[in-house]
């Protein structure tokens, strides 16, 4: 197990208030809260700090956790005194939410074993007392063809319980699921009753996979509308052809207008994700060159002849 | 191999897929009243006239939970968790757009 300096997470020194605590909590929480920071290890970060707070918030867990003394660098191995404890009074308080998902250290020294714990679990083993089980979350990858079709798929989880002796062990399962035609990115698919068992009767909690999409070499997706690049030649753009585009759900027939431009995007409605409204498909044309010739210089060089034209004459260059 | 007896079938939690209010509140293991907290502080905009009659769609499932989690630690009141979210929102919506305008830049 190693040290963990809470004051060096939160950034105050030994001697701060608890004013100054409760502040540098917010302000750092705000920094690393998982919802609104864009910092890479937020999660994390967050959950330090919480544990910080947890502990440092408390002027009992606070005196408890200075009684270690000053000594100690972050990450040192370490080993709750043999007195740990001894001296303080308690108030056994219902656990915070976190202290399950909290380090070695502070389970050691401030989780529900702990003298700072709560005994036997109290709340939990109340005689008629029934709490749904907890939530899951869990996130899965899928590529845009599974999103726009649906299908099965198998996952495999890494389900964290509780054993009996109040350990977290890691234990596998697999399911196989059925994922609906049209999820989009970030969405989540709630699985009842996959989440954890119940306590003492009550219903288990759900499993809700949050969807990621894997990026597509070809399609683009912004929300349902997937847009799609397509080279088209210019006599193409200028004539008004039909064109083939890929689409998520096979090639189809566009026809361009007349005088088509660079950089233009058409849309060809319902042909995104399907949903209510299904998604539109994006199809931003790019004017391709053919590729050089003596026959494809001759005609270029007979436009240059015949076609005046002056492409800046009205863009003020 | 692992063969399977069945196959899960999930309910997307998207905006096209309504939930009634009742269960709702079970989804998220919250009480009534706090959900109609929420539906004042404009958080929530629920159809229905009355509360009883109330359905959200799906979609504000993770919106409700994320607004537990910065009410919890930020210390934010509802109000505020209700501007924190549609900021966020906002934000992501610009981040896919200037995303996808940047690799049609590249091109």
Known sequence: ?317 | MTTFDRILEGTPLDEATWIEVSDFCAWLHVERHWIASLVEAGLLEPRGAAPDSWSFPASDIARVRAAARLVRDLDVNLAGAAVILDLLEERRRLERRLALLERLLEQ
């Open chain 1, 1 to 317: 197990m190693h040290y963990k300096d809470y004051y060096q997470v939160m950034g105050v020194p030994r001697t701060a208030s608890q004013d100054e605590i409760k502040r540098a909590y917010r302000k750092l929480a705000r920094k690393y809260h998982p919802d609104v920071s864009k910092e890479k290890d937020a999660e994390e970060r967050f959950k330090e700090l919480q544990e910080a707070h947890e502990v440092l918030k408390d002027p009992e867990k606070r005196a408890a956790y200075d009684q270690l003394g000053p000594d100690w660098r972050p990450g040192q191995d370490f080993r709750p005194p043999p007195d740990w404890g001894k001296g303080f009074e308690f108030s056994r308080g219902a656990p915070g939410e976190g202290p399950g998902e909290f380090s070695d250290f502070f389970s050691e020294l401030f989780g529900s074993r702990s003298p700072f714990g709560t005994a036997h679990g109290a709340g939990r083993g109340h005689r008629g007392y029934a709490a749904a089980g907890q939530d899951h979350v869990a996130r899965i990858e899928i590529d845009l063809e599974d999103a726009f079709r649906g299908g099965t798929r198998t996952i495999e989880l890494r389900t964290p319980e509780l054993t009996a002796d109040g350990h977290v062990m890691v234990k596998p399962r697999t399911l196989r699921i059925s994922i609906p035609a049209g999820v989009t990115e970030g969405q989540q698919i709630r699985l009842a009753g996959q989440g954890s068992p119940g306590l003492g009767g009550g219903p288990p909690g759900d499993l809700l996979l949050e969807v990621s999409i894997r990026p597509h070499p070809r399609f683009r997706l912004e929300g349902r509308d997937v847009t799609v690049t397509l080279p088209v030649a210019p006599w193409e753009a200028a004539l008004g052809e039909t064109v083939s585009v890929p689409t998520l759900g096979g090639p189809v027939e566009m026809k361009l207008p007349a005088g088509a431009r660079a950089g233009q995007t058409l849309r060809l409605r319902g042909r995104g994700l399907p949903g209510q409204p299904p998604g539109d498909q994006l199809v931003l044309l790019r004017i391709v060159l053919p590729p050089d010739s003596p026959r494809a210089r001759q005609l270029f060089e007979q436009m240059k002849r015949e076609v005046p034209f002056d492409p800046r004459a009205t863009s003020g260059q």
